[in-house]
C-alpha cells in the first residue's frame, strides 16, 4: 500500500517548511531509510528519510515550495503497485497543495512519473555528491551518473574531477542589474536580524585585551588536546555568566526571566548562510568536553546534519570573525537573548607592559546587549571577567 510522506513538525512553533531540494526523482527505487527530500525550517535544514522501501511515484510539490505541517510532500509505492494509478489518484491533491500554498503550477507536472534520465527531467544527485563537488568544484552539470536511474554519486564526482572539463575554472558572476530574489535561510537571516535590531534596544561596547597568557596557556594545553581560541572563549564566557547571570536574562513582556541553563550558541558560517548550533551546559563541561563538542557541531552544521535540539535554546551567543582576518564588529543580537559576543584576531603588536614597550598578543572583544535588560558597567564587568577567566582561568 502506498504511503504518504507528510511535511514533518520538529517543534511547537513549527507551522510549515520549505522543500530545499529532492534527493531522489519520480520513478526512482528508495529504501526505508534513505533521504528522500531536504526541509528548511527557521532553525535547520533536516533530510526526511523514506519510512519505506518502494519506488517514489508521485511529487506532490517542487523544490522550493512551503508546505503547512502534516501535508503531503510525496508517495512512496510499494512493489508491484501502479504508480501511473497513483500519480493519477494523487493528481488532484497536488492541485489543492498548490492551490494552498501559491506552489507554482509546473507541480503539477512533477506528478506524472517520468523516467530519470529523460529530456527536461530533473537530475538526481547524492547529498554526499553534491557536497564533494562544491568541495573540489566540479560542475555537476558536466558529471554523467552511473548510479540508479543516472543518479550521481560520489564516484562521479571524484572521477569527474580529475577531468579539467567539469571543474569549475572561475565563478560566473551575475549579470548586472539581474534580480534574484531572496529566499532560504537567507530569507530567514535578513528576517531575524531585521527583528532583532526592531525589537532590541542594542548597545555595543568594545575593548581591546592582552590575552598572551591565554596563547601561552593554549601552546601548553595543545600537547594534551586539540583545541581552538574560540572554544577558550566559549568555556570562560559560560563560567562569566554564572558571575554574570542577567548577561543571560530574557526580557518577556514586562518580566526578566532568568535563564534555567547556560546554553552557548556559536555561529557558523555556511554558503547558504548563518546558523548558530548551541552547547548545552557549558558551564559544566571542561575546556576538553567544550572543543570536542563545538567540532562535532560545525562538522554537522557543514554536512546539514543539524538537528533541532541543536540549534535551539541558546542563551548567550559566540560569533568570530578572527579567522578571517577581522580586527573588530559590531554583532547583532540572536532574536530572543540578551548578549552575543564578537571575536576579532589576536594580533601581536606592541604594547606597554609593566612600563615596559614589548610584544603582545592583542585581541579586540565586542559585546552588544540589550540595554532594556542590563546597563553598560555590569555588561563592562561582565566582559572584564570573561577576559580574566580567559588569562588566568576560574578564580
Do not use: W
Amino acid at each position: 500500500m502506498a504511503v504518504e510522506v507528510t511535511m514533518p513538525k520538529f517543534g511547537l512553533t513549527m507551522h510549515e517548511g520549505t522543500i530545499q531540494r529532492f534527493f531522489k526523482a519520480p520513478g526512482e527505487p528508495v529504501k526505508a531509510g534513505e533521504p528522500i527530500f531536504e526541509v528548511e525550517t527557521e532553525k535547520v535544514l533536516y533530510e526526511v528519510e523514506s519510512p519505506a522501501t518502494g519506488t517514489l511515484a508521485v511529487a506532490l510539490c517542487e523544490e522550493g515550495a512551503t508546505i503547512e505541517c502534516g501535508l503531503g510532500v510525496v508517495v512512496i509505492a510499494e512493489a508491484g503497485e501502479d504508480i501511473a494509478g497513483l500519480a493519477t489518484k494523487y493528481a488532484s491533491r497536488a492541485t489543492q497543495l498548490v492551490a494552498s500554498n501559491h506552489v507554482p503550477s509546473a507541480a503539477l507536472a512533477r506528478t506524472a512519473v517520468q523516467p530519470e534520465t529523460s529530456a527536461g527531467a530533473r537530475r538526481a544527485i547524492s547529498p554526499v555528491a553534491r557536497k564533494l563537488a562544491t568541495e573540489l568544484g566540479v560542475n555537476l552539470d558536466n558529471v554523467q551518473g552511473t548510479g540508479p536511474g543516472g543518479r550521481v554519486t560520489k564516484e562521479d564526482v571524484e572521477r569527474a574531477a580529475k577531468s579539467p572539463a567539469a571543474t569549475v575554472s572561475a565563478p560566473i558572476a551575475a549579470p548586472a542589474g539581474q534580480r534574484t530574489p531572496i529566499r532560504g535561510v537567507r530569507k530567514l537571516i535578513a528576517e531575524r536580524m531585521h527583528q532583532s535590531l526592531q525589537a532590541t534596544a542594542q548597545l555595543t561596547i568594545t575593548s581591546e585585551v592582552d590575552v598572551t597568557p591565554a596563547t601561552e596557556l593554549r601552546a601548553r594545553l595543545t600537547r594534551e588536546f586539540d583545541f581552538t581560541y574560540t572554544d577558550m572563549i566559549v568555556h570562560a564566557c559560560a563560567r562569566a555568566l554564572l558571575r554574570h547571570p542577567r548577561m543571560s536574562t530574557k526580557l518577556d513582556g514586562a518580566d526578566l526571566v532568568a535563564a534555567s541553563e547556560i546554553n552557548i550558541g556559536l555561529a557558523v558560517a555556511l554558503d547558504e548562510g548563518l546558523i548558530v548550533p548551541v552547547i548545552r551546559n557549558a558551564d559544566r563541561k571542561a575546556l576538553r568536553e567544550i572543543a570536542v563538542e563545538s567540532r562535532a557541531l560545525a562538522d554537522k552544521a557543514h554536512a546539514s546534519r543539524l538537528r533541532l535540539e541543536d540549534v535551539t535554546g541558546g542563551t548567550f551567543t559566540i560569533s568570530n570573525l578572527g579567522t578571517y582576518g577581522v580586527d573588530g564588529f559590531t554583532p547583532i543580537l540572536n532574536h530572543g537573548e540578551t548578549g552575543i559576543l564578537g571575536v576579532g584576531r589576536i594580533l601581536e603588536k606592541p604594547a606597554i607592559y609593566r612600563g615596559e614597550i614589548t610584544r603582545r598578543a592583542m585581541l579586540t572583544l565586542s559585546l552588544t546587549f540589550d540595554h532594556r535588560v542590563i546597563d553598560g558597567a555590569p555588561a563592562a564587568e561582565f566582559l572584564q571577567s570573561v577576559v580574566e577567566i580567559l588569562n588566568y582561568g576560574e578564580r
